[in-house]
């Protein structure tokens, strides 16, 4: 990855395309340009916090030994967003500013939504070829876990139940590989960068420390994007395709600091709601502790029944908990996320100095799902062992993760911030990418949903330009 300083004075201040944002959304957009030989700047407000720069953090030795460790090392490269007096709404919202985004920090779980939930950006071919075009520039595979010995006792244990309901219990689409020693390698945008041919990758510049704080337009054309480097004076770039892929917030937020806020801007939004818990698989499910073993993965998809997804394996454990274990292969996770209703009275709204405040509530619809989710949880817990001390199931406060909607698309008559191709309305050349594009609830993790649109939104712009 080739990361470039802002000069004090750019020599070249016009490229053909400029990308706000350095996550795994904004390079793969850079890299689907570059291929078609256009010249991209991507501009990341952040500094490298893993070495190489734009590599996972959870790639790391430590991490592979100890997971639970992860969190806590996580916790300082995340920057609360709330304006004073709301930091109890929403706690899990926090931005990332970093090269490669929270690119560096995710879970990188890719998985496609449901047909039901699918919503009419795209016909039903342009999603699967979409996705299927988003999985390979994330390096997705469903084979990180293959030859997992518990994961085959896990999945003969709760399979037949799961069928008798209409469900399944498939592999956790994975953005990464598998590392040496059986562990993981989770997918960084550096690893997406490397991936491509030399020739692509030398169309594509990021530019860091280098803060996009305007946008700059006349006549509903975006003429350039004034940036801000530690002490130095603005510069202006300019290019002929904006694309805007800062994050839930960060978009949003740089959009209404231009000046440009239509109606739906931070109106309405979704996210998920996590319940967790960690149990003891009881000792007939789990290897001995002198067997390595590759974790389990699984996830059981959402139905219109039990529109929620959880994902069943062996990760990290946010929760304090208390019991010793001896065999580190009889632990498990779920982590279920359900998606809360898309509400108009719910907001998002941008003061001046850029802080943000949220009003938010939970509908009497998301209160019956949560219920039934608990107990959906403690029936599946029930078959495979007790919870461990500690870790029981609890909605998770800082879980509360996978903002959606806060710059909406146009969707099934419904006025966004953007058309059906995430081309921001009154403007021919600005474009949005990334999950708060993403108008509905989605009960899946949205970054696969949020590159599928992406990509129809670079074509879009290719074709246009």
């Not at 689409?173 to 040496?180: D, L, N, T, Y």
């Amino acid at each position: 990855m080739q990361i470039l300083d802002l000069p004090k004075q750019m020599t070249d201040t016009h490229t053909d395309v400029v990308i706000v944002g350095s996550g795994p959304i904004g390079v793969s957009c850079a890299i689907r340009f570059a291929r078609k030989g256009l010249t991209v700047a991507v501009l990341e407000q952040g500094e490298a916090i893993t070495d190489p720069a734009g590599s996972h953090l959870r790639n790391q030795p430590g991490f592979q030994h100890d997971p639970d460790a992860f969190f806590g090392a996580v916790e300082p490269f995340l920057q609360p967003v709330m304006a004073s007096g709301q930091d109890a709404v929403l706690p899990g919202i926090a931005d990332t500013a970093a090269i490669g985004g929270q690119g560096v920090l995710w879970t990188n779980n890719c998985l496609r939504a449901s047909v039901f939930e699918r919503f009419d950006a795209l016909g039903d071919a342009q999603w699967n070829d979409y996705y299927g075009e988003a999985e390979t520039a994330l390096q997705v595979t469903t084979n990180a876990a293959t030859g997992s010995r518990v994961g085959a006792n896990i999945k003969e244990r709760l399979l037949p139940g799961l069928r008798g309901e209409g469900r399944t219990l498939q592999s956790l689409p994975f953005s990464g590989g598998r590392a040496k020693g059986d562990g993981l390698h989770f997918a960084g945008t550096a690893d997406l960068l490397t991936a491509v041919d030399c020739d692509v990758r030398e169309r594509i510049r990021i530019y860091a420390p280098a803060l996009a704080h305007k946008i700059l337009y006349k006549n509903g054309k975006v003429t350039g994007v004034a940036v801000q480097s530690g002490d130095t004076n603005d510069q202006v770039l300019s290019a002929g395709i904006f694309l805007i892929a800062g994050g839930a917030l960060g978009t949003p937020r740089l959009l209404h600091k231009s000046g440009i806020r239509p109606e739906a801007l931070g109106r309405g939004f979704s996210f998920h709601a996590l319940y967790f818990a960690q149990l003891v698989l009881s000792p007939e499910l789990a290897s001995t502790p002198a067997r390595d073993d590759v974790p389990p993965r699984y996830w059981i998809a959402p139905t219109q029944n039990a529109p929620w997804h959880i994902q069943v394996l062996r990760d990290t454990c946010p929760l304090p908990v208390v019991e010793a274990v001896d065999n580190p292969n009889r632990l498990l996770e779920f982590q279920a996320f359900l998606p809360v209703e898309f509400n108009q009275a719910n907001s998002v709204s941008f003061n001046d100095d850029g802080k943000i405040s949220v009003t938010y509530s939970f509908s009497e619809r998301d209160r019956e799902g949560m219920q039934r989710l608990e107990d959906d949880i403690r029936h599946l817990g029930e078959k495979l062992g007790p919870w461990r001390r500690g870790g029981e199931p609890v909605w998770v406060p800082a879980g509360t993760s996978h903002l959606v909607g806060t710059c909406r698309m146009d969707c099934e008559g419904t006025s966004g911030v953007s058309d059906c191709n995430a081309k921001v309305h009154g403007f021919d050349n600005l474009y949005l990418a990334g999950a708060g594009v993403i108008p509905a609830p989605v009960a899946v993790n949205p970054t696969l949903t949020a590159l599928a649109l992406a990509f129809k939104s670079c074509d879009h712009a290719l074709q246009s330009a």
